[in-house]
Each structure stands twice: as structure tokens, then as C-alpha cells.
């Protein structure tokens, strides 16, 4: 049989199941210290909970520092954008804005693009918005009266396509897609597609002002009564189009999707931190 010894520097050690009790020395300390006359009966000893948790509202596996890196969270930066582009509504057209919505747009590449989106009394307005320098880049305005379907649905993508996308999304269309022209079809840059693909923004659960921003639910039930009372309304020749509202998957037709898989992973379509370069 073989026989244990102790070596120099190495100490014995017992073994406790794991129901067994650890106690610190301060908790010693506490059940030896007392009236030594009377009987030494175990107490039980009360613990205060940690005051350390925090959750944060309403997701509280969301990361803060993570919400830090989007330049739209910044104190004032979604504000400021919104001042900028009330002003600017009010000096060219004069019209209601009935909302804005912070959204994530999706080209027909399956960009990621993040948008401020408004609607007016009119018009539905897409801003690129540089969160950074806090300016707008580019407004496309799109009239109310000639937007004729809206889809709602679940992303779909050909079966030989390589990089697809989960969740779901809107569609608005202006424009029969079967007009859109090849060159304009296959080009990434195109600013001739006869529509607009949104999802929900990576922020929407980093507080609660961004959770009513951010929310698609919310975008859709203020567009369609401001689309159909646009269409009631008008007087050209679209009038009597009328709008339709289906529920069904948003085709995307991207094979390889080396740009996107690319863009979208390095949030490249986002005012983002990127890191410091250099020393």
C-alpha cells in the first residue's frame, strides 16, 4: 500500500461536501464572542444582501458601455437632431410632424443604414444623419399619396443566398418594383429604388426613451392612418389608388453579400466609435 506523506510546503487538506457551511473568520469571531457562562448554542447568522445589482431598464443583460459607442446615445445628440430637422420642415414646407422614429434602413444590398425617419401631414421624410457632427447629409422626402402597399413581415432571402438575416421588418413601397431598371438593381449606390426597408434599431433597449423611438410597432401605426388620409385628400392623379397592407415575408435579393456581411458586422452604416488610431 502505498503511504501519504507530508512534504515540506505542502499542507493537508480536508475536504467539505457542498452542503457544508464556510465560515469567514469574522463569523467565528461573532458566534465565539458572547456570554461564556451560558451554553454556546449555534446562531444563525443574518447576511445583508448586496446592494452591488443594478438592472438596467428594460434589458438588463444590455451592456452600458456598449450603448456608449453609438453617438446617438450621447446626452443631446438625438435632441439636437430633432431641433435641426423641425426647423427645417418648418422653413421649406410648413408641415405637422406627427413623429420621429430612429430606425435601422435595409437597401436592396441588405445594408445596414441607420435613419431618422418623420411623418408629416404629407410627406414621409428619411434622414441620414451624421450623429458625429451633429448635421444632416441627406433628406429623401417621399409623398404620402403615392405610397400604395406597405408589407410587414418576416425577412426572406433566395435559398442560395449566403448571408441572411433573422427578425422582422416594413417595407413601403411608391413605386412598382417590375419599373425599376437592371442598372439600378444592381447597383449598391442607387438612389432609384421605388422603395424603403426598415428594422428596428440596436439601441431600442437602452432606456426607455429609445425603447419608444426605436419601436417599428409604433412607426407603422402612426404611418398608415397619415398614408390613407393622404390619399383621401389628394388631388392628382393618383388619387383613388388607396393603400394596402399585407403580411407577408420581405424578400431581400442578395447571394453572396460579401459587402453587407462585412458592412453590417462592423456597424459601418452607424455613427460609431471606432477606436483611437495611433499613440
Not at 36 to 49: C, L, M, T, V, Y
Request: aromatic residues 10%; contains cysteine.
Amino acid at each position: 500500500m502505498s503511504m501519504i506523506r507530508n512534504f515540506e510546503g505542502f499542507q493537508p487538506v480536508s475536504l467539505k461536501q457542498e452542503g457544508d457551511v464556510q465560515l469567514s473568520e469574522t463569523d467565528r469571531l461573532s458566534i465565539e464572542e458572547g456570554d461564556p457562562g451560558k451554553d454556546s448554542a449555534p446562531r444563525q447568522i443574518s447576511r445583508q444582501p448586496s446592494v452591488t445589482e443594478s438592472i438596467l431598464y428594460p434589458n438588463p443583460y444590455h451592456k452600458p458601455y456598449v450603448s456608449r459607442k453609438y453617438f446617438v446615445t450621447r446626452p443631446g445628440a438625438i435632441e439636437t437632431a430633432i431641433e435641426d430637422l423641425k426647423g427645417h420642415i418648418a422653413e421649406t414646407s410648413g408641415e405637422t410632424v406627427q413623429g420621429f422614429w430612429l430606425l435601422t434602413e435595409i437597401d436592396h444590398w441588405n445594408n445596414e443604414k441607420e435613419r431618422l425617419v418623420l411623418v408629416t401631414d404629407k410627406t414621409l421624410l428619411i434622414c441620414k444623419y451624421d450623429f458625429i457632427m451633429l448635421s444632416c447629409v441627406q433628406l429623401q422626402k417621399i409623398p404620402l399619396s403615392t405610397v400604395c402597399r406597405i408589407c410587414l413581415g418576416k425577412f426572406a432571402f433566395p435559398g442560395m443566398s449566403l448571408d441572411k438575416r433573422q427578425g422582422e421588418g416594413l417595407r413601403i413601397y411608391w413605386g412598382s418594383p417590375e419599373q425599376q431598371s437592371l442598372l439600378s438593381h444592381w447597383n449598391p449606390w442607387s438612389n432609384e429604388v421605388p422603395y424603403a426597408t426598415f428594422a428596428e434599431h440596436p439601441m431600442k433597449y437602452s432606456s426607455e426613451k429609445f425603447l419608444e423611438i426605436c419601436e417599428l410597432s409604433g412607426f407603422t401605426s402612426k404611418l398608415v392612418p397619415a398614408i390613407q388620409n393622404a390619399h383621401k385628400n389628394s388631388t392628382g392623379s393618383g388619387r383613388g389608388k388607396g393603400l394596402t397592407v399585407l403580411a407577408e415575408p420581405i424578400l431581400i435579393e442578395t447571394y453572396m453579400g460579401l459587402m453587407s456581411f462585412i458592412g453590417n458586422r462592423n456597424k459601418l452604416g452607424y455613427s460609431l466609435a471606432r477606436g483611437s488610431i495611433g499613440f
